[in-house]
């Protein structure tokens, strides 16, 4: 089926990037019509947590279902597609407004909304996995400890101070390393073999290469390899290292530290010895034992 063929379906969150989706929204909509035709793309705008999952899983004789907004509203959006039968999920775009921006930054979209629809229109549909843990969907990445920690100190941060980029994911991270160095112990199993046990400081299991706007954390990570891309950090660790090693992970260096562990799998379930912060594509979730899987090839999305 042709990418746009019958009905596009934009989702937009109108409070993505501090009320900036709004206006993002409609100048994406305008041009995507005046492309496609006016009767060709529909716009829903979310009113809260999980509706645009909720759209998504209604999206009916869509060819096409855009997702427009920050990664929180790109992880609904394709949760939604994943509860449709295989043979009927949409292909997936996106237009990023948001702080981070991981997931666009994965697939090549561009920050901004005139040449993110551009990008679009000419796009190719690739087929892309999808993570799952305890039954719910992740797109980019799935983090436990320190790293999640400041994932979410960063979501709290912007709703306070109403600032956005990856500066603020930088200030939590020195926040965090400085004060909250804890370490996680816990039990693995990577692909169903014998049970491992040691302790973290991070531990992040990616379908992509970035997390935190843009941090590198799995420099080698695919979206389309069929496996899960696992990255984590082990003590002994001073806080000073720590933040050396943190700050070289925007590029993807961090790798090069004995401290730093990187592995590839399909399935993992890990346990921790006490439930740790936790999130998947910036979302909290809650718990102390993951099971981990990836989904090859789930959906289909745009990719320039």
């Known amino acids: 089926m042709p990418v746009f063929e019958g009905t596009t379906l934009l989702i937009a969150n109108p409070a993505a990037q501090n009320g900036n989706g709004a206006a993002a929204a ?3 909509v305008a041009l995507l019509r005046a492309q496609l035709g006016e009767d060709a793309v529909v716009l829903v705008r979310t ?6 999952s909720e759209i998504a899983e209604r999206a009916e004789g869509c060819a096409t279902v855009i997702a427009l907004g920050g990664d929180g509203v790109i992880h609904e959006v394709a949760s939604g597609l994943m509860r449709r039968p295989e043979a009927q999920r949409p292909t997936l775009g996106v237009i990023p407004v948001g702080s981070g921006n991981d997931y666009a930054r994965t697939l090549g979209i561009s920050g901004k909304v005139d040449e993110a629809c551009a990008q679009l229109l000419t796009a190719h549909a690739h087929p892309a996995d999808v993570g799952s843990v305890n039954g719910c969907w992740f797109v980019e990445t799935l983090s436990f400890g320190l790293d999640a920690a400041i994932a979410l100190d960063t979501m709290e941060r912007r709703v306070r101070t109403g600032r956005t980029g990856t500066i603020l994911y930088m200030e939590s991270g020195v926040d965090q390393l400085l004060h909250h160095l804890d370490l996680r112990r816990y039990h693995v199993s990577f692909d169903g073999g014998e049970p491992v046990e040691a302790r973290s400081i991070t531990f992040a299991v990616q379908i992509g290469p970035y997390y935190g ?14 496996l899960l891309d696992v990255c984590i950090a082990h003590p002994p660790v001073s806080a000073a290292r720590a933040l050396y090693i943190f700050l070289r992970a925007k590029d993807g260096k961090h790798v090069r530290f004995k401290q730093v562990e990187l592995r590839q799998c399909r399935t993992l379930r890990v346990e ?3 439930a740790p912060p936790a999130q998947m594509d910036g979302e909290l979730i809650e718990g102390r034992a993951f099971d981990i899987a990836v989904v090859p090839h789930a959906l289909n999305v745009l990719v320039p």
Request: hydrophobic content about 30%; charged content about 40%; aromatic content about 8%.
């Open 213 to 226: 706007g843009g941090f590198k954390i799995c420099p080698d990570a695919r979206i389309d390899d069929g």
């Open 26 to 28: 409609e100048r994406a």
């Open 272 to 274: 921790f010895d006490e």
């Open 47 to 52: 009113a809260g947590p999980r509706h645009a």
